[in-house]
Nanobody, 119 residues
């Protein structure tokens, strides 16, 4: 059964930090690269960061490069997104799913976690 459970979002001031977590079903986590996506109101969902199955390679959207760090814990079937120097434009619902440069998401999505950056 495909399952993604995101957590860690919240309200943070500009310049602040948050760490998102996503517990994925083992059948997905163990064989696919994983990614974080986000969707802001009125905008399409976009890929923010991705990491290969083994964790050796990462890629980031230009808008978050240098501020966000993706990582994965094989033992916990969990992928993380450490976000720092947050900006109001980072406000969105964040989701995890399969993904990398040429690998799209699966058709099933979790509930996501809301990140709001505001003073």
């Amino acid at each position: 059964q495909v399952q993604f459970v995101e957590s860690g979002g919240g309200l943070v001031q500009p310049g602040g930090s948050l760490r998102l977590s996503c517990a994925a079903s083992r059948s997905i986590f163990s064989i696919y690269p994983m990614a974080w996506y986000r969707q802001a109101p009125g905008k399409q969902r976009e890929l923010v960061a991705a990491i290969t199955t083994g964790g050796g390679t990462t890629t980031y959207a230009d808008s978050v490069k240098g501020r966000f760090t993706i990582s994965r814990d094989k033992a916990k079937n969990t992928v993380y997104l450490q976000m720092s120097s947050l900006k109001p434009e980072d406000t969105a619902v964040y989701y995890c799913n399969r993904g990398f440069t040429s690998i799209g998401a699966l058709g099933y999505w979790g509930q996501g976690t809301q990140v709001t950056v505001s003073s």
